[in-house]
């Protein structure tokens, strides 16, 4: 019956995301092209599964990131840019997709050098993040994940001011998730030690302190309950 073929795809994509999880990239791929072609039918048939195929193309194309397969990375995030945003034009339930993708895709150009490319997508992004956080608390964390993001590349880029002013949005925005969410205190560590080299880079060697030492502190405590923060305390000591 056919008509299971949808379920088919989905175990298959979830189960691609297991092995990507676990480093079995090769499992991983597998399964991800699998799904990847009952879907490509099944939305050719049905436009109505257009989500889930660019969902699939968003997927695979982390895990050729990841792997460094820059090129198969950028074509299938594409693919499911343009799809995510034919249905944000639809349905602005969609936004959010279209968002991770952009951030995805301006990630990846970020690494490649191609930082032109790479802040014009960080941009759009944070404009749909930004909207959606206004309306929806719960997708501040996106939109400080973003801002940190843009803040780097603009560190890397030389431009300081817009660097900084970023970090501390996403700072702000960080202090209060963690201290409602401790869960969110690795990311707060996060832009702290950020920050820090930034104003260490800029020669503000009383504020980067300050902020390397919250940044340790947090990390102290985080890889005492969980070992896997070990790398992030040693870059910070």
């Not at 990507?20 to 799904?35: R, T």
């Not at 890889?223 to 870059?235: D, S």
């Amino acid at each position: 019956n056919p008509g299971y073929l949808e379920y088919v795809a989905t175990t298959q994509n979830n189960l691609a995301a297991l092995y990507s999880d676990l480093g079995e990239a090769e499992a991983a791929e597998g399964l991800y092209k699998k799904a990847l072609e009952i879907r490509q039918k099944l939305a050719e048939a049905n436009p109505g599964y257009l989500g889930d195929l660019a969902m699939t193309q968003n997927n695979l194309a982390t895990l050729y990131q990841n792997l460094g397969e820059a090129e198969a990375a950028e074509g299938l995030y594409k693919k499911a840019l343009e799809i995510r945003q034919k249905l944000a034009e639809a349905n602005p339930g969609y936004l959010e997709y279209v968002a991770t993708t952009q951030n995805n895709l301006a990630a990846l150009y970020s690494n490649l050098g191609k930082a032109e490319a790479a802040e014009a997508l960080y941009k759009k992004a944070l404009e749909i993040y930004q909207k959606l956080a206004e309306a929806k608390p719960g997708y501040l964390g996106d939109l400080a994940t973003t801002q940190n993001n843009l803040a780097a590349l603009y560190k890397n880029l030389g431009k300081a001011e817009a660097a900084e002013a970023l970090y501390k949005k996403a700072l702000e925005i960080r202090q209060k998730l963690a201290e409602a969410n401790p869960g969110y205190l690795g990311e707060l560590a996060m832009t702290q030690n950020n920050l820090a080299n930034l104003y260490s880079d800029l020669g503000k060697e009383e504020a980067a302190e300050a902020l390397y030492k919250k940044a340790l502190e947090i990390y102290q405590k985080l890889a005492e309950a969980n070992p896997g923060y070990l790398g992030e305390l040693a870059m910070t000591q």
